[in-house]
């Protein structure tokens, strides 16, 4: 008896979290791996007003640069490549707005060479 409780306890609280509004949609629907620089987009790059990570790669013969969205893993590592160029590899849902390629990361780290 208290195996069919702790199963029917289980099977409706996931039903329950994924009927909640928000948690199918965080789900990166373009999520990409990027290989190349992490760099701020003010002090390297002269782009924006305020410090924010940027990665930097290379797609065919020209360079292009995916902006980060300033959400947690973005600000922990901005230390790292704020006034500097950091070989990065980076994880994250990409979207175009604007002209302008912009990555929520997941993941972000220095590559080793």
Do not use: W
């Not at 199963?7 to 996931?14: C, D, E, G, M, R």
């Not at 950091?86 to 994250?92: D, L």
């Amino acid at each position: 008896m208290k195996t069919i409780k702790t199963i029917l306890f289980t099977v409706t609280t996931a039903s329950l979290l994924s009927a909640l509004p928000g948690v199918a949609e965080d789900l990166p629907e373009h999520s990409k791996k990027l290989y190349g620089e992490g760099l701020c987009a003010k002090c390297e790059l002269k782009e924006t007003d305020h410090c924010q990570t940027a990665v930097r790669v290379t797609e065919g013969d020209r360079k292009v640069v995916y902006y980060a969205k300033d959400n947690l893993v973005a600000k922990k590592f901005h230390p790292k490549i704020c006034k500097s160029v950091e070989q990065v590899k980076a994880v994250g849902n990409v979207q175009e707005r604007d002209g302008k390629r912009h990555i929520t990361l997941t993941h972000i780290s220095r590559r080793d060479s």
